[in-house]
């Protein structure tokens, strides 16, 4: 799957992180399509108009969510949009194919997916870091800090650290940065050790 127009990547095109799900895959394939055609900049301060445009708009966003919508609608929305934003070609290329794909729905985890390889694009590395309740101060610069010295991060990046909450995970914390994944959660240690005892049963 894949945005239209575009062509083997060459290095310089490749996406600077990769990204899982349909959303990722609609995400990589704007971005390589833009740096191949040196549009990464316009791309991204298009994206940033259209993700506005969506945020302040709750009645757009559910129009957008709505699967139902004849072909027709979808064509004028796109046109809507494209001349509200007044986006460059391939993020109005990008719009297109959602909506003839009818995928439209996805549109804002797409666009947050974009974020996720412009700031990778800039030396920007996120990560989240999820806990049963908020995380003090202290301890999220402890942590932040743990992170920026790790190979994660890599010298000359900066990191951007994200405190999410999940009364689910009872406890611990679960690290996600880049693709990588570490889970120090409570839920996940009772979890493996339920399976340990049923396996020994």
Do not use: C, W
Not at 86 to 104: K, M, T, Y
Not at 149 to 174: H, M, P, R, Y
């Amino acid at each position: 799957m894949a945005v239209r127009g575009m062509a083997t990547a060459t290095k310089s095109s490749v996406p600077p992180v990769q990204l899982f799900g349909l959303d990722g895959t609609y995400a990589s394939a704007l971005y390589t399509a833009a740096a191949k055609s040196s549009a990464l900049e316009a791309v991204e301060k298009s994206l940033s108009k259209l993700k506005s445009i969506v945020s302040k708009d709750p009645k757009l966003a559910e129009i957008i969510a709505n699967p139902a919508l004849s072909q027709s609608d979808k064509t004028a929305i796109v046109e809507i949009i494209t001349k509200a934003a007044s986006l460059d070609s391939a993020s109005a290329n990008l719009l297109s194919v959602l909506a003839e794909n009818n995928r439209l729905a996805i549109l804002p985890e797409v666009l947050s997916k974009y974020e996720t390889l412009v700031n990778a694009y800039h030396g920007l590395v996120e990560a989240t870091v999820t806990s049963a309740q908020s995380l003090d101060a202290k301890t999220l610069s402890t942590i932040e800090a743990a992170l920026a010295a790790s190979e994660f991060v890599g010298e000359g990046k900066k990191l951007q650290l994200t405190n999410k909450v999940n009364s689910d995970i009872l406890g611990g914390l679960v690290v996600e940065i880049g693709d990588k994944t570490v889970d120090l959660s409570v839920q996940t240690k009772v979890t493996r050790l339920n399976q340990a005892l049923n396996e020994s049963i």
